[in-house]
């Protein structure tokens, strides 16, 4: 549109000052017939392709820098559109109001259609992969687009910490994908923070994503994000030392039961089912055979009616089953959300906030936390299921995931030194029953709260996969944040309710909770735990790590 290069002094005078780095946004960006044209385009002849990892699920259509000759002569309107983007004026213009030398940016064509259907989100990232300089998304929504719709551009500020700056846990700004708007901003290694806002509606947020390429790297490709997740020592972002257990002075147990003592004091919590001589033996052989276990209904139920009453009194505070547009929602009764949001957005339950309820769901879970999980007889328990011998030491913490908000980020940091147990107690709305398969299709069958979880649809999935040795540190070409390839899935381990999941995790192993989706039947509660084990074990189950474990059900 010809007011667009009218308006370049303006668009130069906010793309300078704004913060927390160099963005902008152009509304009515070229005629609107145009762009419907454009529009229809896509959606007649393109083809989609589905990605999902940790950090985003999208739709991927159109790679317009590929273009063939044929499928150009298809698409005459989307051709026109990507020549006037890329042309020696148009990135002229874009040097003027990005702040640029003259003939800083290259002729190279790299811009996309992508399609972020329901359910679809891109994680915190800033966008640097090789000489990127300047980044932008030209909308192609559905005209009268709102923001319970989701499929917002969110900016992050960041905090500066030893010499590099971390993101904040939620978003300072955010940009809705109008029709016919451009947003855009400077892609700076370890500052451009940003993200895709899950959409939360039925519409789908069709886009342009493209970036003009300078001559050379940008200084500190070592900060950028994708870079980083890679280069984190390992241990970094773990939950702190290992707390030693207390000694009760018992020295009555043997090598296969439970002592009458202990046995009494875990069936105030534990399902019994799981403490007799039987139950103790073949969870351990499922154990020494898979490196991993499932429990189900693993507390007693008397403890799940009092944590389901919590938990749907917490989440109804989310809208009843709307997503929450409020970023800060649920942080009161010593629940904190924790970031930096490239890594992690949860709630973690401190027990020191006001109000704080004995009977809500973070009370309730840190008295079996510490109750339980950090017992002597819970430690004598772990030797007979696992045959690790007792746990040197334990580490943890009380999460939330709310629907629409929440994730972790396998990453480098929380690789450990030595090999650990993971032992995860999750809660969510559903009976933690195993869902059944029809045996022709493979598809679950039902749509209650137990298939929807099952299904992984709806995120909230704990996943390990094995990391990449070998990666280089600070490569100066980033991973494409859309590369799905290099995951090697080892073991997904479904939120289910009242499900108790034991997971021998080696020095090589990441782990991550998959973003909970707005559609999702809760939020995803858990008491995350990590066991300190004897180093010999590593020899004894050489064959039988994480490598090898999949999911099983006592």
Not at 4 to 16: F, G, H, I, T
Not at 281 to 306: A, C, T
Not at 332 to 347: N, S
Not at 512 to 532: L, N, Q, T, W
Request: with cysteine.
């Amino acid at each position: 549109s010809p007011h667009v290069m009218a308006s370049e002094a303006k668009l130069r005078n906010v793309y300078e000052s704004a913060t927390p780095y160099p963005h902008g946004r152009i509304e009515n960006m070229f005629d609107g017939k145009f762009l419907e044209n454009v529009l229809q385009e896509i959606k007649q002849n393109s083809k989609v392709k589905f990605k999902e990892s940790d950090l985003f699920r999208v739709y991927q259509s159109i790679d317009l820098g590929n273009l063939s000759d044929e499928a150009a002569k298809e698409l005459p309107c989307l051709t026109k559109l990507k020549d006037a983007l890329y042309s020696p004026k148009y990135r002229a213009f874009v040097e003027r109001i990005a702040c640029l030398p003259p003939n800083t940016l290259t002729g190279q064509v790299d811009c996309a259609a992508n399609c972020h259907a329901p359910g679809c989100h891109l994680l915190c990232h800033d966008d640097v992969i090789g000489t990127r300089k300047v980044s932008y998304i030209l909308y192609l929504t559905e005209e009268g687009w709102k923001k319970e719709e989701g499929g917002a551009l969110e900016i992050y500020n960041y905090d500066e910490h030893n010499g590099q700056r971390i993101p904040q846990p939620i978003p300072c700004k955010t940009f809705l994908p109008i029709f016919n708007s451009m947003a855009y901003f400077a892609v700076q290694p370890g500052t451009s923070f940003h993200s895709v806002q899950e959409v939360y509606g039925e519409r789908p947020r069709l886009s342009i994503q493209g970036w003009y390429h300078a001559q050379e790297l940008p200084e500190g490709m070592e900060n950028a994000t994708l870079n980083r997740l890679k280069s984190t020592d390992k241990g970094e972002d773990t939950d702190g030392a290992f707390c030693s257990f207390v000694d009760d002075n018992d020295e009555s147990m043997s090598d296969e039961i439970l002592s009458k003592k202990d046995h009494d004091f875990l069936a105030k919590y534990i399902n019994e089912t799981y403490l007799s001589k039987e139950s103790i033996r073949n969870i351990r052989e499922r154990f020494e055979e898979d490196s991993s276990v499932q429990l189900r209904k693993f507390l007693k139920q008397e403890w799940i009616d009092k944590f389901d009453k919590s938990i749907k009194e917490a989440d109804e505070s989310l809208g009843g089953g709307q997503p929450a547009l409020d970023y800060k929602i649920g942080t009161t009764g010593g629940w904190k959300i924790v970031g930096p949001a490239h890594k992690q957005r949860f709630l973690d339950f401190t027990g020191t906030g006001e109000n704080n309820n004995v009977d809500s769901s973070g009370s309730l879970l840190m008295h079996i936390r510490e109750n339980v999980f950090q017992s002597a007889p819970f430690n004598r328990f772990f030797k007979l299921i696992t045959s690790l011998g007792m746990a040197l030491g334990h580490r943890g913490r009380i999460r939330r995931f709310r629907p629409g908000l929440d994730y972790t980020v396998a990453h480098y940091g929380i690789l450990t030194k030595k090999a650990v147990l993971d032992a995860t107690l999750c809660f969510c709305f559903g009976n933690g029953e195993q869902c059944r398969v029809d045996e022709e299709t493979g598809d679950l069958i039902g749509s209650d709260a137990d298939a929807v979880w099952a299904s992984g649809d709806c995120g909230g999935f704990e996943c390990y996969i094995e990391a990449d040795d070998e990666a280089e540190e600070g490569s100066a070409e980033a991973a494409d944040e859309y590369d799905d390839e290099d995951d090697s899935e080892l073991l997904s381990v479904s939120a289910c309710n009242n499900t108790f999941s034991l997971v021998y995790r080696d020095p090589g192993t990441m782990r991550f909770v998959k973003y909970v989706g707005c559609r999702a039947p809760s939020s995803r509660y858990d008491i995350s735990m990590e066991y300190e084990v004897e180093d010999s074990y590593d020899e004894c189950v050489e064959d039988h790590t994480a490598n090898e474990c999949h999911q099983t059900d006592e």
